[in-house]
């Protein structure tokens, strides 16, 4: 090689990331819902996991007695009474469990800078919760969809939910509904009926998000209502109307605070000890039920056409 030339050679990419120092991220998991039906839902303490639901007997809540003689004829009052259901139902709090089991030596060698126990608890809660959920509307004791009055159920005319659909809903739970609850493609095919009606829907913020709404009330999103899948792509879904709260007799989650090990409101983590085989285990509890104080809390629209998949990819 003549003296004259000049040869340069340059640290390759390939060979300087081994001296440096990537920025991790914790580990990401696309099954993470925002679960709006556990925010908006109001949530009653209970004291021994125990909600006695006490219900007057008759619908019309009084009954009537023979007048009493008075002086005066116009002001004579019947005796009333309002009579009670003597075998009341109670809600027991079911719990959504799960048992993390964590190599030591896992624990002890690759901590940094994730806690690897602390990751793993991180995303077996977030498991836990999503359970919680779907439980929530299909358990088969206390699912607000399981108990639904056979009354307040309609369906559609067959196809997509329409305003018709939305209103006869609201005409079952006219006494201050406050969300509807439904899967995000029956809230797409509902929207895309209106805008081809002329009507689109109006959007209004809470908890800093956007919500489509219908006569005022938002509708609420929640992948865990089920999808009926045909064959050709489509599906039909369910689309629910709730009145909330004990002080206006709807529907209402039932938790129990101050259990051992509670890391949030009725959700807790133990330590079970290491077994001979040095493996850390942990159990994760999630103690909650729900219930529908009078039947026409919720209102159930049925058969409800969410349109082919390939309208969503």
């Given at each position: 090689?003549?003296?004259?030339?000049e040869?340069?050679?340059?640290?390759?990419?390939?060979?300087?990331?081994?001296?440096?120092?990537?920025?991790?991220?914790?580990?990401?998991?696309?099954?993470?819902?925002?679960?709006?039906?556990?925010?908006?839902?109001?949530?009653?303490?209970?004291?021994?996991?125990?909600?006695?639901?006490?219900?007057?007997?008759?619908?019309e809540?009084?009954?009537?007695?023979?007048c009493?003689?008075?002086?005066?004829?116009?002001?004579?009052?019947?005796?009333?009474?309002?009579?009670?259901?003597?075998?009341?139902?109670?809600?027991?709090?079911?719990?959504?469990?799960?048992?993390?089991?964590?190599?030591?030596?896992?624990?002890?060698?690759?901590?940094q800078?994730?806690?690897?126990?602390?990751?793993?608890?991180?995303?077996?809660?977030?498991?836990?919760?999503?359970?919680?959920?779907?439980?929530?509307?299909?358990?088969?004791?206390?699912?607000?969809?399981?108990?639904?009055?056979?009354?307040?159920?309609?369906?559609?005319?067959?196809?997509?939910?329409?305003?018709?659909?939305?209103?006869?809903?609201?005409?079952?739970?006219?006494?201050?509904?406050?969300f509807?609850?439904?899967?995000?493609?029956?809230i797409?095919?509902f929207?895309?009926?209106?805008?081809?009606r002329?009507?689109p829907?109006?959007?209004?913020?809470?908890?800093g998000?956007?919500?489509?709404?219908?006569?005022?009330?938002?509708?609420?999103?929640?992948?865990?209502?089920?999808?009926?899948?045909?064959?050709?792509?489509?599906?039909t879904?369910?689309?629910?109307?709730?009145?909330?709260?004990?002080?206006?007799?709807?529907?209402?989650?039932?938790?129990?605070?101050?259990?051992?090990?509670?890391?949030?409101?009725?959700?807790?983590?133990?330590?079970?000890?290491?077994?001979?085989?040095?493996?850390?285990?942990?159990?994760?509890?999630?103690?909650?039920?729900?219930?529908?104080?009078?039947?026409?809390?919720?209102?159930?629209?049925?058969?409800?056409?969410?349109?082919?998949?390939?309208?969503?990819?």
């Open positions: 090689m003549p003296d004259d030339v040869v340069r050679r340059t640290l390759s990419e390939p060979a300087a990331r081994q001296l440096a120092n990537a920025t991790k991220t914790r580990a990401q998991w696309s099954g993470i819902t925002p679960r709006w039906l556990v925010s908006f839902l109001p949530w009653v303490p209970v004291e021994a996991g125990i909600y006695r639901l006490n219900r007057v007997k008759d619908t809540g009084v009954s009537d007695v023979e009493s003689p008075s002086r005066d004829r116009d002001s004579d009052l019947p005796e009333t009474f309002v009579d009670y259901e003597t075998a009341p139902r109670e809600y027991f709090l079911n719990a959504v469990t799960t048992v993390l089991d964590v190599q030591t030596r896992v624990s002890d060698l690759y901590n800078p994730y806690d690897q126990i602390q990751e793993q608890l991180r995303l077996l809660i977030e498991k836990v919760k999503e359970r919680q959920e779907s439980e929530l509307i299909y358990n088969g004791d206390y699912g607000i969809l399981t108990n639904a009055a056979p009354f307040m159920k309609i369906s559609t005319r067959r196809g997509p939910p329409t305003p018709d659909d939305m209103d006869e809903l609201i005409a079952r739970v006219w006494k201050e509904p406050a509807f609850l439904s899967h995000p493609r029956a797409a095919a929207g895309r009926e209106c805008t081809r002329g009507v829907p109006p959007t209004i913020n809470l908890f998000t956007p919500f489509l709404t219908w006569r005022g009330i938002p509708l609420v999103p929640s992948d865990k209502l089920k999808i009926a899948e045909s064959a050709d792509g489509g599906g879904s369910t689309i629910l109307l709730l009145r909330t709260g004990e002080k206006k007799q709807g529907v209402v989650g039932l938790f129990q605070p101050g259990v051992p090990g509670e890391v949030t409101p009725s959700l807790s983590v133990r330590f079970m000890g290491i077994n001979r085989k040095a493996i850390a285990s942990y159990l994760i509890s999630l103690y909650c039920s729900s219930a529908i104080l009078t039947p026409d809390a919720l209102g159930v629209l049925e058969n409800v056409e969410v349109g082919h998949y390939h309208e969503y990819t």
